[in-house]
């Protein structure tokens, strides 16, 4: 037994220096929570600042989950293959169509948040060919005109503020829009330090990827940690990746985040595609 004592405290030593290197793995996620905040706790040490009741990291943080549990649908009702890369799924409309894929979900979550808000002439994006497609020209009736070179506005309809006509809209901009336009066309390069709620990391191409930060946590000492959900191919429902670091903690952990950044389905080259979208701005 005395030669048993001195093997028993290398063990508990090696254990307890293992529990101090490795985020936290128990107690984050809740599964009675209906909500990002809900669902999923700041990592001990960590907190989540307080924002304004109507910024974009509050309407990410109280967005609704689906159940816990809850697998990732395809836009037509079937499974996602993968059901091992997420942690939560978002109860963002995705409809019928094989549109709705990694971009288009983080432009989805920008315009809900636009329209929710009352901001619903910030809605505008780019189609690949540079055309700046505004929500508020297709709600006044315009509707684009793609073809000989460039794309164009002509009045084909009467005016229609209806949410409906709102998602008609955004099919539109789906099947025009992509990563490509989106890395090209609406975005700066920051660096990681500076990365928050609403930025993302982008591929653009076709195909390219792109993940995006829902929530954000801090240190004492400004340190932080990141939430990132996406959309992929084919189109399926937004929802928040695993870290493949600690599968039972799904956030991504500043000091861990070297490139190349293996996500849970894909992987990132360099820190020069961490940017912030031009229509971010408040």
């Known amino acids: 037994m005395k030669k048993l004592i001195p093997f028993l405290l290398i063990i508990f030593t090696l254990c307890s220096c293992k529990s101090e290197l490795l985020p936290q793995e128990k107690g984050i996620i809740t599964p009675t929570g209906n909500t990002v905040e809900e669902r999923i706790f700041a990592p001990d040490g960590y907190e989540r600042e307080k924002v304004e009741d109507k910024s974009l990291l509050s309407f990410l943080r109280s967005y609704e989950l689906k159940p816990d549990g809850a697998q990732v649908l395809l836009y037509n009702g079937n499974r996602k293959h993968n059901q091992n890369a997420h942690t939560a799924?978002?109860?963002?409309?995705?409809?019928?169509?094989?549109?709705?894929?990694?971009?288009?979900?983080?432009?989805?979550?920008?315009?809900?948040?636009?329209?929710?808000?009352?901001?619903?002439?910030?809605?505008?994006?780019h189609f690949t060919d540079g055309f700046l497609c505004e929500y508020s020209k297709w709600r006044d009736g315009y509707r684009p005109v793609v073809g000989n070179g460039a794309t164009r506005w002509e009045k084909k309809a009467d005016i229609d503020n209806s949410y409906e006509n709102f998602v008609k809209y955004l099919k539109m901009v789906f099947t025009y829009a992509g990563t490509a336009s989106m890395e090209a066309l609406e975005v700066e390069t920051i660096p990681l330090c500076e990365l928050d709620a609403g930025d993302i990391i982008i591929k653009g191409g076709s195909p390219g990827h792109v993940v995006m930060v829902?929530?954000?946590?801090?240190?004492?000492?400004?340190?932080?940690?990141?939430?990132?959900?996406?959309?992929?191919?084919?189109?399926?429902?937004?929802?928040?990746?695993?870290?493949?670091?600690?599968?039972?903690?799904?956030?991504?952990?500043?000091?861990?985040?070297?490139?190349?950044?293996?996500?849970?389905?894909?992987?990132?080259?360099?820190?020069?595609?961490i940017k912030r979208l031009t229509y971010k701005g408040e």
């Open 89 to 125: 799924v978002f109860a963002l409309p995705i409809e019928d169509y094989d549109l709705q894929q990694c971009a288009d979900s983080v432009m989805r979550m920008y315009a809900e948040y636009f329209w929710h808000t009352d901001k619903k002439d910030k809605v505008a994006f």
């Open 214 to 273: 829902v929530d954000v946590c801090k240190r004492p000492d400004g340190k932080k940690a990141f939430l990132l959900a996406q959309g992929y191919m084919p189109a399926q429902e937004f929802h928040i990746i695993k870290n493949p670091l600690h599968q039972n903690d799904p956030w991504y952990y500043e000091e861990e985040m070297t490139f190349p950044l293996k996500t849970a389905e894909y992987t990132f080259n360099n820190e020069s595609m």
